[in-house]
C-alpha cells in the first residue's frame, strides 16, 4: 500500500510513519511516498490509495504540489477505497471535510473517517497506528 503525502514541517509525515507502521503490524506491505516523488501510473494500480495532507491557505490543501496532484488522479480513481489524513493547527477541520466531500465525488469510497490531528502528532501515535490497521483491514 503506498501512503502519498504532503507535510510542510513534518507532523503528517510522522502520521504518515505512525499509519505505515499500523499497516505493516497488520501484516500488509506499506510505504511512505512524499507527493513530489509519486508515481501516477504505479499509484493508480492500488485497489487502496492513503492520501494526507495538512491544513494550508485558508483551510485547503497544499497549493503548489499536493492540489495539482489531486487534480491530476481526480478522474482516475473511481471506485478506490482511499483513506484520508492530515495535521491542521487552528481550524476546526475544514479542510478535511472538503477534501473528503471532493474524493467521495471522485467516486471513491473512505475508509473509516478521515483522521486528523492537531499539531505535532506524537502523543496520539496509537491512534495514528489504529487507522493504519484499519486500512489495512479495509
Ligand atoms: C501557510 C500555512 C497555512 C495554514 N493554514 C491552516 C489552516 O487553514 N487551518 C489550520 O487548522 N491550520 C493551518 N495551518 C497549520 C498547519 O496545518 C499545522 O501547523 C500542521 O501541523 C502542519 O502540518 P505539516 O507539518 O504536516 O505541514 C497552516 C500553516 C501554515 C504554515
Keep these: 500500500m503506498k501512503i502519498v ?38 499509484l493508480l494500480k492500488e485497489e487502496v490509495i492513503i492520501l494526507g495532507c495538512s491544513a494550508m491557505g485558508d483551510e485547503v490543501l497544499e497549493e503548489s504540489e499536493f492540489e495539482p496532484f489531486i487534480d491530476e488522479i481526480s478522474t482516475k480513481v473511481s471506485g478506490k477505497k482511499v483513506a484520508l489524513f492530515g495535521s491542521y493547527g487552528w481550524g476546526d477541520g475544514q479542510w478535511m471535510r472538503d ?12 475508509i473509516d473517517n478521515p483522521l486528523i490531528i492537531q499539531n505535532e502528532p506524537d502523543d496520539c501515535k496509537q491512534e495514528c497506528i489504529d487507522f493504519g490497521i484499519k486500512i489495512a483491514l479495509a
Design 5 to 42: 503525502y504532503w507535510s510542510g514541517t513534518g507532523n503528517t509525515e510522522k502520521m504518515a510513519e505512525f499509519i505505515k507502521e499500523g499497516i505493516i503490524g497488520a501484516g500488509k506491505n506499506a510505504e511512505t511516498v512524499v507527493v513530489s516523488d509519486v508515481n501516477v501510473d504505479e
Design 99 to 110: 477534501f473528503e466531500e471532493r474524493i467521495i465525488g471522485y467516486g471513491c469510497t473512505i
